[in-house]
């Protein structure tokens, strides 16, 4: 059996799954200011008489360290950044202890100025002076040759407690996220490690001993000892949560849009084959652009809570939240109100009335009854709602593209499925099925699909290598991986050495040895030609362990379908 | 956090899969680094620096400028239409304001493509400039355009495509002709008779330096400018003048053409040639990227500048203000220069030949305009090749007077299929392209 669990704003929900589908389920209130409480409570009533070796394992989507980056408690920590020439990385100044030190190299990875060792060597002796434990070192196109960030490492090692670098962060190019990534890895370090710590010890403490994982904002999962050296990638793991829950029940040979309908915002993935897409760089969170891995998810302003008014004599939804509906006494009305008044809904704690004096102004500027106006409310809902998936998709389509095999053959997503969780989901399934041109299905056990999405989903990871023959290396600097090559290694020996690399990756960050679905992000080679002659070749190759679920969710998932 | 003075958008089309040849300098390989520093320096995440996916051109955007023998597919490959789309592409989003400035950053290039395409010379198929142009005039009704070359070889093919057009400005920048392909652009080819002056050629001896450009664009270009209003300024930004150039002798610098760059202030730029693809072109991008933005460029250095070092002598700072002076007067009399071609003549006719070095072959032109008050004259071109085609083109200028485009379809009814492979007439007036072929 697995435990899932998914911390929300409110509540957290926990499963269990297993043999017989949904083993258990059970949602508990999420206490901000106690996250761990939360946690333990919520581990401890799932596992309630169950011994703990019958639990392979627990995958925890926590929001510790998205609720510090949004809410800017960050812990002190300092950055170390040599650009070179280009744009002043004064630019990308991330915090107070930012630091702008000497030392380039090239994009082709040549050294072209050293750094000053004596230079580091001041900053280190300041920063401990002022307490900083914790920092990032990142240097422009050290992503090619990490030989200046390990150098800058050697002489920051004796004065810090953990050093984050650029090029173990991400293998792709770009030098101000990579710094921003760095940044927020070396910022949440202390109470990601200290959340975990607590957690393991407490739970073994009480004769729990099973193994943890947590979900990744790319929807796959990382054995929590991994992910000390990685804690920026715990960021941002709800949305995936929800995705993930919806991938067993998505139709396996076609495109679909997975919505979950939230109080404040609707959000949007896109699932191709049951294979979810990934955003092309990384999550946005805050002021931060990152190059942390995450699915390609768009979020709108536009959800249960949403606040309805007028604009010139037309209805507005959106895209603020000032609070919950006026069926639960909030102050403005919403288009859960407008469920109530339809009678579309089942719960019972809301008060219809307070919501049909909530839409009856609204009713009266726009002179119809309040049922028509409750109608209009919900239908400009789901059509909103519709509106940004067709925009969601003509995004991802519009995406530049560098060859004309891919112009010429340019895959273009084209779903016509729909799957929805959230609490109005129902309701809305059916309407936005008659309005468009999508079918619409509600995800099954929504309630809790992010929570089964958590404890059912893979771990994933990714490789960049690259080779130059003419400089005779194949060097992928995220696995501190280097080795000479001769002249006529090929894009095919470096897809070898990238899947070997990629297997040993995904086993030591906790993956299942039956769950390696290695798939190919990026695999180019290039003659180099130096005056006139061909001299050797650039290759480049990005794989993957694709987002998805654990070899035998199936078992699970279709005994959960016809629950 | 960074943000750009002015929205600018991108179209990158390296086009990864396309090369003249494996080890031509028109490679696969000559985007790739430019690509690398691009995306490391984080310039697409800039607030108001906005990627866009290049469009393909269609066959009747082509037929707008050229006149392909046999036809367009067969002059050019996919990569043609690519990148003459990401000039579209970009231009689409000026005139529809969701950028300010563009840059089409595509290959292959196309400034010495010209009217009639028999094939490829200097690394060009078809004009992707002109394509652009002539789109947003049968698209947006822009009129006056300006075309300012700065690639280090002269753009023959653009001042071919414009020499009868008094309502396209094309100033050439580039090294002498007497030392670099494709050997033309001096000071006295100055346009046609309806059109002297629209086009100024600004030869520059070898060695020219940041002081030697950016004196011909401040005392030259902009005050032309400013005289000739034009309602959009297109660079056809190639990057071969830098000292690194593996075909060129130039000493000009990254910090210089975004320097350049930002003194002209184009409305849109389009790539032409540029071939230190490590050296240089990752740098001068760069610099021309945040020009455009209005983002400061003033540390984008590539490795080796040394601004000493590539400083220019006193002797070519006096041939460069010599030139000026002599191209500014020619402009200054374009009037004159025009009533004297025209005299009293009916028709003016140039004989020519025109080399297809890519493609290594020899194409021979009769032409004749007719001379006309009224509009820039209709214009017939009697081609041949060295491999085959004989075409006849006949093009009915945008502007065309009724007596002009009378004239232009008397032409074209009158030729005998028999002598002529193609006979074509071009019609901007309607916007139409009308071929007969020999039975
Ligand atoms: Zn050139
Ligand atoms: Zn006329």
Redesign the pocket.
């Known amino acids: 059996m697995i435990i899932g669990l998914d911390v929300g704003g409110t509540h957290t929900d926990i499963v269990l799954v297993g043999e017989s589908g949904l083993e258990r389920k059970i949602k508990v209130p999420t206490d901000t200011s106690a996250l761990f409480q939360t946690v333990l409570t919520g581990i401890e009533k799932i596992t309630a008489n169950i011994p703990s070796e019958k639990i392979k394992h627990a995958v925890l989507s926590t929001t510790l360290t998205t609720n510090a980056i949004v809410r800017d408690k960050l812990s002190p920590a300092a950055m170390i950044v040599s650009g070179g020439p280009g744009i002043d990385p004064e630019a990308f100044r991330t915090n107070e202890h930012y630091f702008t030190v000497s030392g380039s190299i090239d994009h082709s990875g040549k050294e072209i100025k050293p750094i000053d060792e004596n230079q580091i060597e001041e900053i280190a002796r300041r920063l401990k002076s002022e307490g900083i434990r914790h920092v990032g070192v990142v240097g422009k196109f050290s992503a090619r040759n990490p030989d200046h960030e390990l150098e800058i490492e050697k002489i920051l090692a004796p004065y810090f407690d953990k050093i984050f670098l650029g090029h173990r962060i991400s293998g792709h190019l770009n030098f101000p996220r990579r710094i921003a990534t760095t940044f927020l890895n070396a910022s949440v370090y202390p109470i990601h490690k200290e959340f975990f710590e607590a957690v393991k010890s407490t739970l073994k403490q009480k004769g729990i001993s099973i193994p943890i994982y947590i979900l990744k904002a790319d929807g796959g999962t990382m054995h929590f000892d991994a992910s000390i050296d990685f804690p920026g990638q715990s960021v941002l793991s709800g949305p995936s949560a929800s995705v993930m829950g919806s991938v067993a029940f998505a139709p396996e040979d076609k495109e679909t849009i997975v919505m979950d309908i939230g109080g404040t915002t609707t959000d949007m993935a896109v699932l191709i084959n049951q294979v979810p897409l990934l955003s092309p760089l990384g999550i946005e969170i805050g002021k931060y652009k990152t190059l942390i891995r995450a699915l390609n998810s768009y979020s709108i302003g536009m959800g249960g809570d949403s606040v309805v008014r007028i604009e010139g004599d037309s209805l507005k939804i959106g895209p603020d939240r000032i609070g919950p509906a006026m069926a639960y006494g909030g102050p403005v009305p919403t288009p859960t109100d407008a469920l109530f008044v339809l009678d579309k809904t089942d719960d019972v704690n809301g008060d219809k009335n307070k919501s049909i004096n909530g839409l009856t102004p609204i009713a009266e500027k726009l002179g119809i009854t309040v049922e028509e106006a409750a109608f209009e409310i919900f239908d400009l809902a789901c059509q909103d709602i519709l509106t940004h998936a067709r925009k969601m998709i003509e995004r991802i389509n519009s995406k530049p593209v560098y060859t004309i095999k891919e112009v010429l053959t340019g895959y273009q997503l084209k779903p016509r499925h729909i799957m929805v969780l959230g609490g109005p989901a129902s309701y809305f399934a059916e309407h936005m099925e008659q309005i468009s041109e999508f079918t619409v299905q509600r995800v099954p056990q929504w309630s809790v699909a992010n929570a089964i999405g958590a404890a059912l989903s893979r771990t994933t990871c990714e490789v960049t290598l690259f080779a130059d023959t003419q400089k005779g290396v194949a060097m992928a600097p995220g696995e501190s991986f280097s080795k000479p090559v001769k002249s006529n290694f090929t894009k095919k020996d470096a897809m070898e050495l990238g899947y070997d690399l990629l297997r040993q990756k995904a086993l030591q960050t906790g993956a299942d040895i039956d769950d390696l679905d290695l798939d190919v992000l990026e695999d180019l080679e290039f003659n180099m030609v130096r005056g006139f002659r061909l001299t050797g070749k650039n290759i480049r190759v990005k794989l993957q362990v694709k987002p998805g679920l654990i070899h035998n969710y199936k078992m699970i998932t279709d005994k959960i379908a016809a629950m | 956090m960074l943000s750009a003075k002015h929205k600018t958008g991108l179209v990158f089309f390296p086009a990864f899969d396309w090369a003249i040849s494996p080890t031509h300098p028109e490679r696969e390989e000559r985007l790739l680094y430019t690509q690398d520093q691009v995306f490391e320096e984080g310039l697409l995440d800039i607030e108001g620096i906005i990627e866009y996916k290049a469009n393909v051109v269609n066959i009747k955007d082509v037929q707008r400028v050229h006149f392909c023998a046999p036809d367009e597919k067969t002059v050019m490959t996919e990569s043609h239409f690519i990148s003459a789309g990401g000039a579209k592409t970009i231009a689409d989003a000026v005139m529809n304001k969701n950028i300010e400035k563009g840059f089409a950053l595509v290959r292959p290039p196309g400034h010495h493509a010209m009217r009639i395409v028999h094939g490829g010379r200097g690394f060009c198929n078809v004009n992707n400039e002109a394509i652009m142009i002539e789109y947003l005039r049968s698209a947006y009704n822009v009129d006056r355009v300006a075309i300012i070359d700065t690639d280090c070889h002269h753009g023959d093919g653009t001042q071919d495509i414009y020499w009868h057009d008094p309502d396209t400005m094309f100033i050439s920048l580039h090294q002498d002709g007497r030392t670099l392909y494709p050997g033309s652009g001096f000071p006295e080819e100055l346009g046609g008779p309806m059109a002297a002056g629209s086009t100024l050629n600004v030869p520059l001896p070898p060695y020219t330096s940041e002081e030697g450009f950016l004196y011909v664009i401040r005392e030259l270009v902009l005050p032309i400018l400013d005289e000739f209003k034009p309602d959009i300024i297109i660079n056809s930004a190639g990057q071969d003048n830098h000292f690194t150039d593996p075909l060129t002798n130039m000493h000009f610098s990254a910090q210089g053409y975004a320097d350049l760059t930002s003194l002209l202030k184009p409305d849109i730029a389009v790539l032409e040639g540029g071939y230190s693809i490590e050296g240089a072109l990752p740098y001068v991008n760069v610099g021309i990227i945040l020009a455009m933005a209005g983002v400061d460029y003033s540390n984008v250095k590539e490795p080796g500048y040394d601004h000493s070092q590539l400083r220019q002598s006193t002797q070519i700072t006096q041939v460069i203000e010599k030139t000026c002076d002599t191209v500014m007067s020619n402009w200054n009399a374009r009037e004159l220069i025009r009533m004297r071609m025209k005299g009293n003549k009916k028709f003016d006719k140039r004989r020519r030949s025109v080399m297809y070095d890519t493609d290594g072959f020899y194409e021979h032109q009769n032409e004749t305009i007719?001379i006309?008050?009224?509009?820039?004259?209709?214009l017939k071109i009697d081609s041949t090749s060295d491999i085959g085609q004989h075409i006849l083109a006949v093009h009915v200028?945008r502007k065309?007077?009724?007596?002009?485009?009378e004239?232009g379809f008397e032409w074209y009814d009158s030729a005998s299929e028999r002598n002529y492979d193609m006979i074509i007439l071009q019609n901007r007036v309607d916007d139409t392209y009308q071929i007969r072929k020999k039975p």
């Open positions: 007719r006309c008050s009224d509009c820039s004259g209709v200028p065309a007077c009724r007596a002009c485009r004239q």
